[in-house]
DNA sequence: GTTCTAGAAC
DNA sequence: GTTCTAGAAC
């Protein structure tokens, strides 16, 4: 299982030495690209020349073509590069990935923080290479950021990483650290969010990029060529039932030797493909460092792993240990036969559990964890080996989860995008799990009651299996739930769901309720079938305060004091708090219609209907109201029952306007335009929705200039004042309706 | 959807 | 100290 660099890397120069490689930081001011270069390049073994074009004229500021300059010479010198300069354009980096070639490797990390984040601190610092500070420095970031072109593979780069987080920059700084002279790291794109959008995350986020290279910078990523490594047959053991399909993989590690790239580096373009089950990966809790009976732990697992197998759909579960004379491996494998327990769903392998698919060839996307109840790095054995494998992002990752973990418990967390356990084994969680304790030399000795002891051990499997579920029917409602928008099949759990760290934290804790939003429409362990359609279709409960619309379209006469119009299909009524000087309602009459995701093709002439009444009401505001621009359209995920079109003036000059939600329910893309509503309806029969809670935290800014502000009360500071033109993206297509007299000549 | 409020952020 | 956010309750 020890990977031979030497013999293995495709990347190593002609002297025995791997490739160079130059680092094109991309980043606003103050997005943190000095101390990147600064904390890898003081504990690298690579050698590392920063280039700052802010001090490159003798410690101040320079240009280009000197850095151009001075990086060329270091890589000829044979020291990797890092350019250490906004790069935010891709004029800006061209010249530098020029220098790409051969012998050297060019990436790109992109510091994609968000723009309040880099204001504040660049309105702190003082002493800066490039005298950024004071209130100047909110107008340069908001500008430069406007002009922000993400990083493509296309551009020449061989590998983009991209941080959205500081936990993401922590990763990445210990990726980089970890390179020697020979190590270099997979290619393509890594942690990306949305490849197309410039300023905003348009799509949700559920289609994070993290888990494998993101097809839309595919230029390096079209190798189909690499063999698709499946464990080696002597490393799987199967347990209970005989293996029904042929294990005759047992080569495919010396396969991709013989490609000649490392497998502990390697790419995972092709590793994680749509076939690939979910699978956890476990340690024997308990038996070690614990010191409980083997032959009690092993009783219980597979007690605990038999009470889970119809709950795990296609899902697997292994037991993994590092020795091929374990004890408790064979002994688990007794008596998985014994109950007769299917091998394709459980199995045991012999392996290190943080590299089971680079050297064991065997995908888990979940590993657990023995962890001890601090939840820190250390200790020895599995929980040192994880924590140091996964990087110092499942540190910080773990503490926004819990601080601590009692016996029989477990918590599952989410690895950050760039986390080397990620990018090297497809792992996506780490579960960890606390068990009980046998060991007088450890604390909470259970002084030898096995009652206690057994009852433990059985809950901590239970909890960790069924966070384990848990992770599994998040990503699959997730997928599902973006592909039945879009109207496509989901391609199983391929993608991780990032929606939101709120919601995971919520649902992976073990023993808390889940999400009361969707109480009793979901049964949480059912069985899973990633190829079915058993999942019921979530029928949302509207509490008391979210019928008020539904009662005013059914019976328009009780309240002829709001309405404003009615007619066989809709009535119109303004919003009892409105978010702008004009914000009115068009709500349809029609019943079972209680919003967007319900609609349908037969509901084309309808949503015609609720637009041309907007319509007319807009023109009416005009000939009364003077000049106001308008916007048409539907939120994802309304708070209120019934179908309903706000109409609203585009100056959001509104006291009842109080927060984040309000803001970004108008003003990403949870907001659907009532055009593109009936464009998508007509063509595919179904509207796209954005309802993803993360659309509801993004950073504030402004629907005219796209300037970003620290809170609401600047925002709406701003934005009385902005008179900058509106995007040309919403002045296209009719999404924004300007009086024609004031519409811009075209 | 809003209101209330704890506590985080400043 | 005040301002602001975000979660719970309704």
């Known amino acids: 299982m020890d990977m031979d660099t030497d013999e293995n890397s495709n990347a190593k120069g002609k002297e025995g030495q791997g490739k160079l490689i130059m680092v094109i930081l991309v980043g606003a001011p103050g997005s943190g690209k000095s101390t990147f270069c600064e904390l890898v390049m003081g504990s690298s073994s690579r050698p590392w020349v920063?280039?700052?074009?802010?001090?490159?004229?003798?410690?101040?500021?320079?240009?280009?073509?000197?850095?151009?300059?001075?990086?060329?010479?270091?890589?000829?010198?044979?020291?990797?590069?890092?350019?250490?300069?906004?790069?935010?354009?891709?004029?800006?980096?061209?010249?530098?990935?020029?220098?790409?070639?051969?012998?050297?490797?060019?990436?790109?990390?992109?510091?994609?923080?968000?723009?309040?984040?880099?204001?504040?601190?660049?309105?702190?610092?003082?002493?800066?290479?490039?005298?950024?500070?004071?209130?100047?420095?909110?107008?340069?970031?908001?500008?430069?950021?406007?002009?922000?072109?993400?990083?493509?593979?296309?551009?020449?780069?061989?590998?983009?990483?991209?941080?959205?987080?500081?936990?993401?920059?922590?990763?990445?700084?210990?990726?980089?650290?970890?390179?020697?002279?020979?190590?270099?790291?997979?290619?393509?794109?890594?942690?990306?969010?949305?490849?197309?959008?410039?300023?905003?995350?348009?799509?949700?986020?559920?289609?994070?990029?993290?888990?494998?290279?993101?097809?839309?910078?595919?230029?390096?990523?079209?190798?189909?060529?690499?063999?698709?490594?499946?464990?080696?047959?002597?490393?799987?053991?199967?347990?209970?039932?005989?293996?029904?399909?042929?294990?005759?993989?047992?080569?495919?590690?010396?396969?991709?030797?013989?490609?000649?790239?490392?497998?502990?580096?390697?790419?995972?373009?092709?590793?994680?493909?749509?076939?690939?089950?979910?699978?956890?990966?476990?340690?024997?809790?308990?038996?070690?460092?614990?010191?409980?009976?083997?032959?009690?732990?092993?009783?219980?697992?597979?007690?605990?792993?038999?009470?889970?197998?119809?709950?795990?759909?296609?899902?697997?579960?292994?037991l993994v240990d590092l020795s091929h004379g374990s004890k408790i491996l064979s002994m688990v494998k007794a008596k998985a036969t014994e109950k007769n327990i299917s091998s394709t769903k459980f199995f045991t392998f012999v392996g290190d559990i943080t590299k089971l698919n680079s050297e064991g060839g065997l995908r888990c996307n979940v590993i657990a964890n023995a962890a001890n109840w601090r939840l820190k790095p250390g200790g020895g054995g599995v929980n040192a080996a994880i924590f140091s494998a996964a990087g110092s992002g499942l540190e910080v990752a773990t503490k926004q989860q819990a601080n601590s973990l009692q016996p029989g418990n477990a918590v599952a967390v989410q690895l950050p995008s760039t986390s080397p356990l990620l990018n090297r084994e497809g792992v996506t969680h780490v579960i960890h799990v606390l068990g009980p304790n046998m060991n007088p030399q450890r604390p909470n000795y259970l002084n030898n009651d096995y009652d206690e002891g057994c009852k433990l051990l059985g809950n901590a499997y239970s909890s960790l299996f069924q966070a384990f579920i848990s992770i599994v029917q998040d990503k699959y409602k997730s997928v599902k739930g973006i592909h039945e928008c879009l109207g496509s099949t989901p391609p199983e759990l391929q993608k991780h769901s990032e929606d939101g760290h709120h919601k995971f934290k919520r649902e992976n804790l073990q023993n808390l309720e889940r999400s009361k939003k969707w109480k009793g429409s979901q049964n949480s362990t059912e069985g899973l079938n990633q190829n079915n359609n058993t999942v019921p279709k979530k029928s949302k409960h509207w509490g008391s305060w979210a019928q008020a619309l539904y009662d005013t379209a059914m019976h328009p006469e009780r309240h002829t004091n709001s309405v404003l119009e009615t007619s066989d299909d809709v009535v119109v009524l303004y919003d009892i708090y409105p978010k702008a000087r004009k914000h009115l309602l068009v709500v349809a009459r029609h019943e079972g219609l209680d919003q967007l995701a319900d609609v349908c093709t037969e509901h084309l002439p309808l949503l015609r209907t609720m637009h041309a009444m907007g319509l007319k009401w807009i023109n009416k505001f005009f000939r009364e109201d003077g000049p106001l621009v308008f916007r048409l359209g539907y939120h994802s995920a309304p708070s209120m029952r019934q179908l309903h079109l706000h109409v609203i003036s585009q100056d959001f000059d509104s006291s009842h306007l109080k927060n984040k939600k309000h803001w970004n329910s108008f003003n990403t893309d949870f907001f659907r335009d009532s055009v593109i509503v009936i464009n998508e309806v007509s063509s595919h029969g179904k509207a796209n929705i954005m309802d993803d809670e993360s659309l509801m935290s993004m950073e504030l800014r402004c629907n005219r200039c796209r300037s970003a502000h620290p809170n609401l009360p600047k925002l709406k500071a701003h934005i009385s004042k902005c008179q900058a033109p509106f995007p040309s993206t919403l002045l296209e297509g009719g999404r924004l309706v300007v009086e024609p007299s004031n519409a811009p000549l075209s």
């Open 50 to 318: 920063r280039i700052c074009q802010d001090t490159i004229g003798n410690g101040k500021s320079g240009t280009r073509a000197q850095c151009l300059k001075t990086a060329t010479s270091a890589l000829n010198d044979g020291k990797s590069v890092f350019v250490d300069r906004c790069n935010l354009e891709i004029e800006q980096r061209a010249d530098f990935v020029k220098l790409g070639g051969p012998q050297v490797d060019v990436h790109a990390v992109v510091l994609d923080l968000p723009a309040q984040l880099c204001i504040s601190r660049s309105v702190k610092r003082t002493g800066h290479e490039g005298n950024l500070s004071g209130g100047k420095a909110a107008a340069v970031v908001n500008k430069m950021l406007q002009k922000k072109e993400l990083p493509k593979l296309n551009e020449g780069f061989t590998r983009i990483t991209f941080c959205h987080n500081e936990s993401d920059v922590l990763s990445a700084i210990d990726m980089y650290k970890s390179l020697d002279l020979h190590t270099m790291l997979p290619h393509g794109c890594f942690g990306q969010k949305n490849p197309d959008k410039k300023v905003q995350l348009g799509i949700t986020k559920f289609l994070k990029k993290a888990e494998k290279p993101s097809k839309t910078c595919s230029s390096a990523n079209t190798d189909k060529n690499s063999p698709t490594p499946q464990p080696t047959q002597e490393k799987r053991e199967s347990c209970g039932k005989k293996e029904e399909s042929s294990c005759t993989m047992s080569r495919n590690v010396a396969m991709e030797s013989e490609k000649g790239e490392s497998p502990g580096i390697r790419s995972l373009k092709d590793k994680i493909s749509q076939s690939d089950p979910p699978t956890l990966a476990f340690p024997s809790i308990s038996t070690s460092d614990f010191k409980f009976s083997h032959e009690k732990a092993a009783e219980i697992i597979v007690e605990k792993v038999e009470e889970f197998m119809d709950k795990l759909g296609n899902a697997r579960l292994v």
